[in-house]
């Protein structure tokens, strides 16, 4: 597989999901979190970031998202949609449950319709439906599809 890195639309995409928070908040999932979905890390303390510092945290975010995907779907061959849809998508539920995940198991048997359908079983949060989550869900299959010219499109 070539060495595939976010697109500037997949980048404009997770920061539209994630959205920008200059000061620290919890997340749905509890998470002390800040810029754009930075989980906030031992010894990390922010009053408040400015957009280049989340931009800078962002970027920082998803060079370790894409290393652990690079050796995570090595010998797998993904459009750019499809790597898009999945560092938002492993940007959000973390490096450890996307290791664990069916989908995960779906791409490695070739199986990218089935890998598709998987986004949408992670919508919760804490054990609930949280419909932000449904609809990033849904746009990050809808990304994962999009390539027309790509033969695991389904």
């Known amino acids: 597989m070539a060495k595939l890195r976010i ?59 894409e290393a652990a995907l690079s050796e995570a779907l090595k010998g797998i061959e993904l459009s750019q949609g499809q790597w898009d849809a999945l560092v938002s998508f492993t940007f959000n539920v973390g490096i450890g449950n996307f290791k664990k995940s069916t989908l995960l198991k779906k791409l490695k048997q070739g199986d990218f319709k089935a ?30 599809l999009s390539d027309k010219d790509d033969q695991h499109n389904g």
């Open 7 to 65: 697109s500037n639309e997949g980048l404009a995409f997770l920061r539209q999901w994630e959205g920008f928070r200059p000061t620290p908040y919890q997340c749905a999932a509890g998470q002390w979190t800040v810029g754009y979905g930075h989980v906030l890390r031992s010894g990390e303390n922010y009053d408040t970031v400015s957009l280049s510092e989340a931009e800078a945290l962002l970027r920082k975010d998803v060079a370790e998202v």
């Open 115 to 144: 890998a598709a359908d998987e986004f949408l079983r992670w919508t919760k949060a804490k054990g609930k439906t949280v419909r932000g989550l449904v609809r990033r869900r849904k746009a990050e299959r809808k990304l994962f």
